[in-house]
């Protein structure tokens, strides 16, 4: 079981139960964050970190993947923190945007949405009693990206993610491949017009080869035509080269969307997997 982590933060989290947006400061900068404890406030719950996509928020987070219906619904506490406005691109942007800072800032004293993610953490151990083996990271595309990444810069924290219409890119920027197609497996797709074949540095970040490997369940539609579905069979084909536990589940067809049955689709995965 992981120990209290000695991050610096202040603001609070209320002991009450419902939906509330709170502010924590992390590294002098206020940071909105948004919270759903449900109504039969459970002690030892799971914690669920559900991660917007670019230019959205926290809350619309919540409503559109079904994570403030999961709280509820199983038991869990979510949180759903926003991104900040950032003023350069990088390999997921052209320029300034509302974003997860990612690559290639990997220093988790000094990324400020990781600090943060480490105070949402500590204050849901503080004032919830979460159950620390069960810390779980859920996003759609920038989200999604940002999953895979605090799953791997904090995995003696995070147990398990699942990304939604994100992945692992290994061109030079995720707008590179454009590719589109049908099928329900990677295997499908490979062999498809257009499909692509990027070999350079992993983008947000580089799997462990060593250690812990978080387990993740990989969501995209097949043709999305902002993240391509290439990245996330690159994700898949990248976890099976290197021991890890995956689920893929590609729509067909689909585009750049996340449906309002995602978290509960990613909670059927992330479930019964703990740190070990």
Same mark, same amino acid.
């Given at each position: 079981?992981?120990?209290?982590?000695?991050?610096?933060?202040?603001?609070?989290?209320?002991?009450?139960?419902?939906?509330?947006?709170?502010?924590?400061?992390?590294?002098?900068?206020?940071?909105?964050?948004?919270?759903?404890?449900?109504?039969?406030?459970?002690?030892?719950?799971?914690?669920?970190?559900? $991660?917007?996509?670019?230019?959205?928020?926290?809350?619309?987070?919540?409503?559109?993947?079904?994570?403030?219906?999961?709280?509820?619904?199983?038991?869990?506490?979510?949180?759903?923190?926003?991104?900040?406005?950032?003023?350069?691109?990088? $390999?997921?942007?052209?320029?300034?945007?509302? =974003?997860?800072?990612?690559?290639?800032?990997?220093?988790?004293?000094?990324?400020?949405?990781?600090?943060?993610?480490?105070?949402?953490?500590?204050?849901?151990?503080?004032?919830?009693?979460?159950?620390?083996?069960?810390? =779980?990271?859920?996003?759609?595309?920038?989200?999604?990206?940002?999953?895979?990444?605090?799953?791997?810069?904090?995995?003696?924290?995070?147990?398990? $993610?699942?990304?939604?219409?994100?992945?692992?890119?290994?061109?030079?920027?995720?707008?590179?491949?454009?590719?589109?197609?049908?099928?329900?497996?990677?295997?499908?797709?490979?062999?498809?017009?257009?499909?692509?074949?990027?070999?350079?540095?992993?983008?947000?970040?580089?799997?462990?080869?060593?250690?812990?490997?978080?387990?993740?369940?990989?969501?995209?539609?097949?043709?999305?035509?902002?993240?391509?579905?290439?990245?996330?069979?690159?994700?898949?084909?990248?976890?099976?080269?290197?021991? =890890?536990?995956?689920?893929?589940?590609?729509?067909?067809?689909?585009?750049?969307?996340?449906?309002?049955? =995602?978290?509960?689709?990613?909670?059927? $995965?992330?479930?019964?997997?703990?740190?070990?």
């Amino acid at each position: 079981i992981p120990g209290d982590d000695p991050v610096v933060y202040s603001g609070a989290f209320p002991a009450r139960t419902g939906r509330f947006s709170v502010t924590l400061t992390v590294l002098a900068e206020r940071r909105s964050v948004n919270v759903v404890v449900p109504r039969t406030n459970p002690t030892n719950a799971p914690l669920v970190l559900a $991660f917007h996509g670019t230019n959205g928020d926290g809350n619309v987070m919540l409503d559109e993947s079904g994570a403030a219906a999961l709280a509820d619904q199983q038991n869990v506490i979510v949180v759903a923190p926003t991104s900040r406005w950032l003023p350069t691109g990088d $390999f997921d942007h052209d320029g300034a945007e509302t =974003y997860w800072e990612t690559a290639p800032n990997w220093d988790v004293d000094r990324n400020q949405d990781v600090v943060l993610v480490r105070a949402i953490i500590q204050e849901a151990r503080r004032v919830y009693r979460i159950d620390p083996t069960r810390v =779980y990271a859920i996003g759609h595309s920038n989200g999604g990206f940002f999953s895979l990444f605090v799953s791997q810069l904090l995995r003696d924290r995070v147990a398990a $993610f699942s990304e939604n219409a994100g992945g692992l890119v290994r061109c030079t920027r995720r707008a590179a491949c454009g590719f589109q197609g049908t099928g329900t497996t990677c295997a499908a797709l490979q062999g498809q017009r257009g499909w692509c074949n990027c070999t350079g540095p992993e983008l947000p970040v580089a799997l462990a080869t060593s250690g812990r490997r978080p387990p993740g369940q990989l969501v995209h539609g097949t043709a999305d035509p902002l993240v391509s579905v290439y990245y996330t069979c690159a994700l898949e084909s990248r976890m099976r080269e290197l021991g =890890y536990t995956w689920q893929t589940l590609l729509a067909s067809g689909e585009g750049h969307v996340v449906s309002t049955s =995602y978290a509960q689709t990613a909670w059927t $995965f992330l479930a019964p997997l703990r740190l070990q």
